[in-house]
Every structure is written in structure tokens, then in C-alpha cells.
């Protein structure tokens, strides 16, 4: 077995395991968003974390009500020109903490006196010594280089910061059931995949959401396209609407990303536009209509609430990466010419 | 000649039009930022108009020294739940001024009491009169479905608004010479363009740029996939690193954007690594060693600051859009099903 496909199946466990040691923490740094003079979350990071940074942007910001944003490290490292922080909590995303744009904004907020927190799988990092406040992600050593456990555990740690501000136990509940969700998903995601065959051989294809799987879809095609190569790209079902849907042909491949939600109506949009040009649709979403419209259908499993959907709907996504990267002989663990950890300025 | 090659040839004229007679009102609106309780830019844009927005990104960034950040709008629609505003100038960008979304952000802030500005071709549009302050983009009308004079011109209301805070004549000198350099690059790449033939045909392509130009990379591959349909796609040479690099097989396309400055070698890094994987380079620099090696080089005239390169970096950009869309035989005033203004939620 691969080490991707090791850790990819180590995922409930991992999951289960940050959810056990880092609750209290998450309720002490909870607190941090609540300080009067916090306006605004800004967030530094980049590849799969970036992707995560997502979920946070739609769950804390719908938490705290505030607007949660991406920094722009090249402000900071390349022009040395970095802002006043004032308002700003400051919260930095990488696995491994090595990379040192993600450092450089957490420093520079440190400098300033705002309040930081590292979410990373290396609480002894250069970003985890950077932050006042540490998360660690709890993931457990991940080798593959495409991130998998990881991701899902920044997903997870992004959700206990919300279920503790929300000082209501009926969300701890759901996030504790998700290690079981996450397990069944896996095992019927497999079982649907079979059919994946049939789709393969594709050149490339598009991966759409919106809303809280905004960075599903990010993440997704960022899995294909690192361990199979293949050009898949990921775009919001609005932002696709305005230009780039010109480029999908008759017979181009998309996977729509769409549980049920707020979002789910401008995602049948989305698939309706697709589907008049012709695409050709892997659908993962637990609306049987949505399905039913479908070449390939990755059903989502009941009972999962939509603010937690993105750690389970991820996982279908994960498993096409992994067999179309097995259809097309890539190694999986070593992907064409990438490192585990990328440090760029 | 079609709509969309003469609005692409009337930018010089329409870029002069907004310097002639919005340069006043930018001045009073520019007082907006350095309001003591303004500790953040939020920005709500679509399409072109987001490609814009990642310039006022570091443009804005770099003249208040705050973050200038992006809204998240389907908080504001699809999910009902808008953030605090405290701390935030809020800034719309669209050309027709009519997107739903763009214009939530904007009434919203209205409602909570913060300065607002609308950076619209419509001043009358529902967007123009959200807004506290309007800076008109003058580019007059534009009938072809892909952006170019709008584009350009909300570059240039940009500018304008960096020139207005500088409070630094020099600033401005700089800005009313890129009337006639937008000339001299249009007349410049028109010429280098012929070689493009010996590219063409292909399937797609990435295009890449960092920092101020960050913004003209996605602008360059959102025309060229409007435009002809297809496959081309954007990527921050940072981000590009962090895994998607993996899809830059032998014989790919890419076009680096790198003019000179504190991104360059950043780009150089880039352009060795996308060049390893024996991509086909087209490169858009002033920098004789990186145009050296392109397979397409495409000059940048010298000159144009750093801070003013992205009104003209993107022109050869939209002249290999419109050149390869002639090839392939596509209608470029009305490209494959897309409307002029996309109303989404």
C-alpha cells in the first residue's frame, strides 16, 4: 500500500485524535476572537493550507461575524512594505510551519502586538514558535507528499475553534461524530468509484462549489492535478459564471462539489450551465436529484451537518486523485518533481 | 474590424479621459483612507473586475500601509449572515455595476455606517448609487463581452487613488505619461505578436506573475479562455510551487508576466522551474535575460514604473487573447455563450 493511501485511511483516527487532546485548547484560544479589539481575522498560507483557509474564511467568519481574509505575504517578505495590523487577528495555516511567507505575517503581527495563532502539525516550527497561540493539527507524522490527513485536520481544527465559540455543545456533538462519518464515507466513496474507470482517460478537468466547500473544491482539484498531473482547476460556481465556463467543451470533465445548504441552489445553477455545454459530470452531494444528473455520482452520506460537510465531501475527491494518479502509473507518494516542503518567500 | 479590437485600441484615449477628468474627485475620495477609523480595505468584485482588485490589493496595500482584502459575498447573500464591518472602507468594483453580490457588500457597509466607494463604468447602476463615493471609470461604452477599456481604466482609477493619497506630484507625472505608453506597447507587441503563429495551435496554458502583477496574470489567462475557449488558467509563482507546478508537463504553454522589480526573482525562480519541465515559454518582461529565454518573447517598452507596469504588462496579454481566438475561428464580440454583464448572487 502507498503511503498516501496509508495516511488517507488513517484520517478517522487522526481526526479522533485532535478532537480528544485539543478541545480545551481550542476553547482557550477561542477566546482570542472575542477580544474587543479584534475586527477582523487575517489569514497567511499557502498550497492545501490555502485551501482550508477557505473553510475558515465561511465557518469563523459566520461564527464571529467578522470578515475573515487572506493576507498578502509578498507585502511582507518581497516588498518590505508590511501593514499596521490594527483590528487584525492574525492566524497562520501550514503543516509542516517551514514556509517563511506564512512566518513572515505572523511575525510581523506578533512585532505589532496583535494576537496570532499557528495551526500546524509541528507545534516546534518557525511558525508555531512565531504565534502566541498554537494549535497543533495532532495529524500524526504525514510522509505522502500530497497532504491528506493534514488537510483534514486543519478542516477539523478550524471547526473546534468554531464549535468553541459558539459555546454550544450540540456543535461539539456533531464534530465528534465525524471520525465515524468520515470512516463510513471513505468506505462508500471506494465502493462508488468503481465506476471511475469509465470516465478515465481525461486530459484535465474543473472542480466547482460555493460557499463553506469553496476550498473543496480548491482542494480537490489541487490532489488531482498534484499526484496525477492532470490539469484540474477550481473555481466558485459565481466566479465561473462570470468568463471562465467559455472554456468547458463538450465531453471536458466537472466535479461539482454540492452537499445541501444555503449554496446548493447556485450549484444546480452552475450544473445546469455545465451540463447545456456538455460537460461531462462527476457530482458529489447527498441530493438525489443532483445525482441523478450525473455520469458519475459520489453520494455524500445522510446526516452530516452542512457546516461540517467539507470534511467528509473532500473524501470522494481524495480517492479520485488516488486512482486516477494509480490509472495513469504515477507514484503517488513522490509526485512529479514536488517536495513535501515548499519554502517560498 | 470587430468591437472588441477597437475597444482594445481605444485605451489610450479612454485611459486619458479618466486621468483628465476624475483626478479631482480621486483626490476627495483618497481623504476616505486616511480616515482614523478606516484600519482595513474590503473589496467586493467579480471577473475582470476581481483581476483589478488584486492590483488595488498591493497597490492600495503599499500607499495606506493596511491590509486591502477580499469580501467573501455569499455571506452577505446566499447565507444572510453579514459580518461586522468595524474598521473597513468598502470598496465595489464592477464595470456595469450590476452584480447582486458586488452590490450586497456594498449596501451593507452602507447600512453599518462605513465609508464606501464604487469604482463602476455606470455611475447610475445599482452598485453606483450603493455607494457613498463614486469614481466613474470613463472608459465609455463597451459593447464586446470581454472586458479590455474597462479593465485598463479601473487599473487606472486604481492608480489614481494611490497617486491622490502619495500627495506626491511625481506620482501623478508618472501616471499621465501611461497614456502614450499604453500606445507605444500596444503599437510595440502588435508587431512582436506575428511570431505567435509558431505557438499556436494549443490546447491551454498557465500564466504566472507575483506581486503587482499578481492581478495581470489572471486577467491574461481570463481573456484568452473568454476569448478563444481555451484552457488557460493563473497562478502567483509562490503558489505555483506548492503543488500545481505538477501539471506543467513537457510542451506547455506558459507565460511568465515579469516586469522588473522586487518580484523578479521570485518570477526568475518560476520561470527556471516551469522551463525544467520543458515548458514553451512566452515571457513578458523588460528584462533581456528572461526574454531571452522565451520561445515568444514579447518586450515590455522601458520606462513604466514598477507600480504602473500592470497597465501595460496586460496589453500584449490581450493582444495574444484576441490573436489566438482569431486563429481558431471564434467569434470574439460574442464569445461561446457568455453575456456581457453576469448577474449572480
Known amino acids: 500500500m502507498s503511503r498516501l493511501q496509508t495516511e488517507l485511511s488513517e484520517q478517522p483516527v487522526a481526526l479522533a485524535r485532535l478532537l480528544e487532546r485539543q478541545r480545551e485548547r481550542a476553547v482557550e484560544i477561542g477566546a482570542l476572537f472575542r477580544r474587543a479589539d479584534v475586527d477582523y481575522v487575517l489569514i497567511a ?6 485551501n482550508a483557509a477557505r473553510y475558515a474564511q465561511y465557518l469563523l467568519g459566520r461564527a464571529h461575524r467578522v470578515p475573515v481574509v487572506f493576507a498578502t505575504p509578498s507585502l511582507y ?17 501550514s503543516q509542516s510551519g517551514e514556509s517563511p511567507d506564512v512566518g513572515a505575517v505572523v511575525e510581523e503581527a506578533r512585532r505589532q502586538g496583535r494576537p496570532t495563532i499557528a495551526l500546524t502539525n509541528e507545534p516546534a516550527s518557525p511558525l508555531g514558535r512565531a504565534a502566541e ?3 497543533p493539527l495532532e495529524a500524526g507524522e504525514e510522509r505522502a507528499v500530497a497532504a491528506t490527513k493534514t488537510y483534514l485536520n486543519s478542516l477539523g481544527a478550524i471547526a473546534l475553534l468554531f464549535a468553541a465559540s459558539t459555546g454550544d455543545d450540540g456543535a461539539h456533538a456533531e464534530l465528534e461524530r465525524m471520525p465515524e462519518a468520515v470512516t463510513a464515507q471513505l468506505e462508500r466513496s471506494a465502493v462508488d468509484l468503481a465506476r471511475l474507470e469509465t470516465l478515465a482517460p481525461i486530459e484535465g478537468g474543473t472542480v466547482v462549489a460555493r460557499g463553506v466547500n469553496y476550498g473543496t473544491a480548491y482542494e480537490i482539484a489541487l490532489k488531482v492535478r498534484e499526484l496525477s498531473g492532470l490539469l484540474f ?16 467543451a463538450p465531453g471536458w470533465p466537472v466535479i461539482a462539489v454540492a452537499p445541501s445548504g444555503p449554496a446548493l441552489e447556485s450549484m444546480a445553477g452552475a450544473i445546469r450551465a455545465v451540463a447545456a455545454r456538455g460537460a461531462r459530470l462527476t457530482v458529489i452531494a447527498d441530493d438525489a436529484a443532483l445525482l441523478d444528473q ?27 486523485a488516488l486512482r486516477l494518479a494509480e490509472l495513469r502509473g504515477a507514484d503517488v507518494d513522490s509526485p512529479g ?3 513535501k516542503v515548499t519554502l517560498t518567500r
Open 45 to 50: 498560507s499557502r498550497g492545501s493550507s490555502s
Open 337 to 339: 518533481g514536488l517536495s
Open 233 to 248: 482547476e477550481a473555481y466558485s460556481a459565481a466566479d465561473l459564471m462570470h468568463g471562465p465556463v467559455a472554456a468547458v
Open 133 to 135: 497561540a498554537v494549535l
Open 294 to 320: 450525473a455520469e458519475l455520482p459520489l453520494p455524500l452520506l445522510p446526516g452530516v451537518p452542512e457546516w461540517l460537510s467539507p470534511l467528509v465531501a473532500v473524501l470522494p475527491g481524495q480517492l479520485v
Open 77 to 93: 517578505t518581497l516588498y518590505e512594505q508590511p501593514p499596521r495590523l490594527s483590528g487584525a487577528l492574525v492566524i497562520g495555516i
